[in-house]
């Protein structure tokens, strides 16, 4: 039986930046904020993000599971992805 080695995986550049920010208890609660990449990626990006978010405070049982949904979603189109909740990440 013989071993096949896979070939190390080449990692790309990222594509763009996405930072999902937190507004707040009033609708819309979300605001998707981008500094480099693609405009029409991060445009399709923003819309798919805003669909799984825009009545989902982070207090919401829902919020994370959609949350690791979205990050699937920037990790398929290879963006980076940063979340400003307006609390210390390990109080979320």
């Not at 923003?46 to 949904?69: S, T, Y």
Request: net charge negative; aromatic share 8%; charged share 35%.
């Amino acid at each position: 039986m013989s071993v096949t080695e896979t070939p190390p995986e080449v990692q790309e550049p990222p594509r763009g930046h996405v930072r999902l920010y937190y507004r707040g208890p009033v609708a819309p609660h979300w605001e998707v904020q981008s500094d480099f990449g693609d405009r029409s990626v991060i445009e399709e990006f923003r819309g798919r993000a805003i669909a799984r978010l825009e009545l989902l405070p982070p207090h919401d049982p829902q919020f994370r599971r959609n949350r690791e949904r979205v990050a699937r979603d920037a990790e398929r189109e290879n963006l980076l992805l940063e979340w400003d909740l307006g609390i210390p990440e390990d109080a979320s």
